[in-house]
Structure formats: C-alpha cells, structure tokens
C-alpha cells in the first residue's frame, strides 16, 4: 500500500499547530526580553508622538495588566507537555 501523502504518523512534521516550535519560539523569546539586549531594544523603542497616544498606551497597558491577572490557560500551559 503506497503511503498518503501528508499522512506523517512519525510525529516530525506537526504542520500548523505545531508544538515543538512554539514552545522553543516563546522560550527563545522570553529569555530575549529578559536579556540586558532585550531589555535595552524595549528602552529604546520608539516614543509615543502625542500626549493623546501616550495616553491611549497607558490605557491600553492597564487593560493588558488586568486581563494578565485573570487566569489564562495560554499563560500558564508547559509547552513541554503535549494537550
């Protein structure tokens, strides 16, 4: 019987929903913003160009904290272990 194309059983290709690479993504990108490197690029980002959208960030920031604080599964999930 020829194989299906695309019927991978060995696991290797995930296609889009691919674990092993998100997990290696979001733990390269942690270490980054935590790094004196990533740290500085968030410094030196650009500056807001009114005091209207200075504002609008603040609000927007406030926002993402609040919801930060509700228990979210995406923040909380090892990578690690298979869904």
Known sequence: MAKQPG??????????GDRESARRFNEEEREFVESE???EAIRSGPSPKSPEE?????????E??????????EESRDYREPS
């Open 64 to 73: 993402a904290r609040r919801h930060a604080l509700e228990n979210d599964p």
């Open 54 to 62: 200075e504002r609008e960030l603040d609000e927007a920031e406030k």
């Open 7 to 16: 019927n991978d059983s060995s696991g290797k290709n995930q296609g889009e």
């Open 37 to 39: 490197r990533g740290k």
